[in-house]
């Protein structure tokens, strides 16, 4: 198993600019995450999902949106990118009947000029 | 509100020494508390965790004390090596997860 993948590793934006990072997992877990981290702080919750086409807002969800149409997939729109969006992304995921251990993947280094 | 609270922001210990990394919660809702290790570059792993139901767990170096009546919880790194030099994380869980802000640790040989 590849575990999570997120993609890509690295990109720069300029402001108003769009994207979309991407995250996949293989090891068929229900619920999956967005997180941003910012310099000496913890990390943040975006969105989460319990399943496939089932969504929801995390603490910080404003400036972004996500869709679930897999179980394997859950990509994280950036629309009008401004400098507050730039972090460090991660996606995790956890399986069913675990929900509290959380495995992350290798995350996005964002930077909005 | 931060439900998380971590500290020290940062440590230095030296090889062999023990490490310690307190955090506090306030929502006793939170059942599942685990503790992640991030090194550079790469996201956060799951190191050891602990439900309320215990009061301490131990796995090889690393162990959690836990005080329900307090709200608190703690990681101790038993014999540090540099190897273990990384940023800590705890958090707090019901489903989703509250996680504090992070220790860096820095282990000297």
């Known amino acids: 198993n590849a575990g999570v993948t997120q993609t890509p590793k690295f990109r720069i934006l300029k402001i108003g600019q769009s994207m979309t990072l991407q995250c996949t997992q293989d090891?068929?877990?229900?619920?999956m995450y967005w997180y941003r981290q910012d310099p000496g702080m913890g990390l943040k919750l975006i969105y989460y999902?319990?399943?496939?086409?089932?969504?929801d807002k995390g603490e910080v969800p404003n400036g972004y949106n996500v869709s679930r149409s897999t179980t394997e997939d859950f990509p994280l729109r950036l629309e009008l990118a401004a400098p507050s969006q730039t972090s460090v992304y991660f996606c995790?995921?956890?399986?069913?009947?675990?929900?509290?251990?959380?495995?992350f993947g290798p995350g996005t280094r964002l930077t909005v000029l | 509100q931060q439900q998380v609270k971590q500290s020290p922001q940062s440590l230095i210990v030296q090889k062999g020494g023990i490490s310690i990394i307190n955090c506090a919660y306030e929502?006793?809702?939170?059942?599942?508390f685990p503790w992640y290790q991030q090194f550079p570059g790469k996201g956060p792993a799951l190191l050891i965790a602990?439900?309320?139901?215990?009061s301490e767990k131990k796995e090889g170096r690393f162990t959690i004390s836990f005080n329900k009546s307090a709200k608190q919880f703690s990681l101790h790194i038993m014999d540090s090596q540099p190897g273990d030099s990384a940023t800590y994380f705890c958090?707090?869980?019901?489903?989703?997860?509250?996680f504090g802000d992070g220790t860096t640790l820095t282990v000297k040989p």
């Open positions: 995790a995921s956890t399986p069913r009947g675990r929900s509290n251990e959380q495995f």
């Open positions: 929502n006793t809702a939170f059942d599942y």
């Open positions: 602990i439900r309320p139901d215990v």
């Open positions: 090891m068929n877990h229900n619920y």
């Open positions: 999902s319990v399943g496939a086409g089932i969504t």
């Open positions: 958090a707090a869980s019901r489903g989703k997860s509250t």
